[in-house]
């Protein structure tokens, strides 16, 4: 027997809206690094005479990775050695006529100026021999290798890449939407998944939020740090997966795939029934999505009944008919 519908209604079904406060999974991507990555660069330019290691090797604290052509700077360094010592003669011979009451007292103070002088020439030209070469300030790995020898480089200009890696520092730095960096806080649990060993995840914990958001992007960076044992093998760069158990409740709702018309990039939009005779339509801001479900995290407050079936067909304000 066929069931009468009211002319100019719309058959549909619904289903109760029920909302579910809890905590919230988290997922999110992102790249391994660490906070000790380190730029080298000489201190001062000219033609570079070595470079000793390639991008991937590890280095030792203190080992010597590239020296320039030290021609001019040894020059340099002994002219500030030749200007010190005629400073210490003039000095000396100075003070032995002060004693023969020959020379005044100023003079012997402008000897002893002239040698403090040089003798700050003479250091300062060293120190500039000394960073005229680069060595490893920690172990680690060369990242990134960006001259060759043969180069003439300037002051400064970029020379290693490094990191300590080999002080198991490594952070997973991911980005979240504003609403998921809104419900994490520093010190929440994280599940983190390598690349390098995919069928193990590692206990971690959110140790920084930026204040910022990536102008780019428009996205927070969230950095996550390694609560036991770091993982062999990881390299700078390397992308990583973590599950966050944010410890912000947020409001959620659950509904079937059916209800949802016209999502996009997080949004969607769904119809629900007030008075069970008219239909609404209403946008909605779409969660996770799950196998057989979808979280709304926002759209569906102060309603009670979900259309779950015969959406294509309706518009906002049509007359509806509720089916069993």
């Known amino acids: 027997m066929n069931t009468e519908i009211p002319k100019g209604q719309i058959p549909v079904k619904v289903q109760e809206i029920l909302q579910s406060d809890g905590n919230q999974d988290i997922e999110a991507t992102g790249q391994f ?3 000790d990555e380190t730029i080298l660069s000489f201190k001062t330019g000219g033609i570079v005479a070595q470079v000793l290691v390639s ?30 010592e005629k400073a210490k003669r003039d000095y000396d011979r100075v003070q ?11 003079q012997a103070q402008n000897s002893k100026t002239a040698l403090d002088i040089s003798a700050q020439s003479l250091e300062a030209a060293k120190f500039n021999k000394d960073y005229s070469q680069i060595r ?11 001259i060759n020898a043969g180069q003439q480089i300037a002051p400064g200009s970029p020379v290693f890449q490094t990191n300590g890696s080999g002080q198991g520092s490594w952070k997973l730095k991911v980005y979240l939407s504003d609403r998921e960096w809104a419900l994490v806080k520093e ?13 193990k995840t590692f206990e971690a914990k959110i140790k920084r939020k930026s204040k910022v958001a990536d102008p780019m992007t428009g996205t927070y960076q969230v950095e996550v740090e390694f609560t036991e044992k770091t993982p062999d093998n990881l390299a700078s ?18 509904i079937p795939y059916e ?10 939009f769904v119809f629900v ?18 196998p057989d479900k979808v979280q709304v995290t926002e759209g569906l407050e102060g309603y009670s009944k979900l259309i779950v079936s015969g959406s294509a067909y309706l518009t906002d304000q049509s007359p509806i008919s509720i089916q069993n």
Not at 136 to 146: I, M, S
């Open 33 to 35: 690094t660490t906070d």
């Open 55 to 84: 991008e991937g090797d590890f280095i030792k604290k203190g080992q010597l990775l590239a020296t320039l052509d030290l021609t001019e700077i040894n020059t340099s360094v002994n002219q500030a050695q030749l200007g010190y």
């Open 96 to 106: 032995r006529l002060l004693a023969d009451s020959v020379a005044t007292v100023e």
């Open 136 to 146: 490893a300030v920690r172990d680690g790995n060369v990242l990134k290798k960006f």
């Open 187 to 199: 010190g929440d649990k994280v599940a983190i998944i390598t690349p390098v060993e995919p069928e």
């Open 237 to 254: 760069g390397m992308f990583g997966s973590a599950k966050i158990l944010a410890s912000s409740a947020q409001k959620t709702w659950f």
């Open 259 to 268: 209800a949802i018309l016209d999502a996009n990039a997080g949004q969607g």
């Open 273 to 290: 029934t007030k008075d069970g005779a008219t239909a609404q339509k209403v946008s909605i801001k779409i969660g996770k999505i799950y």
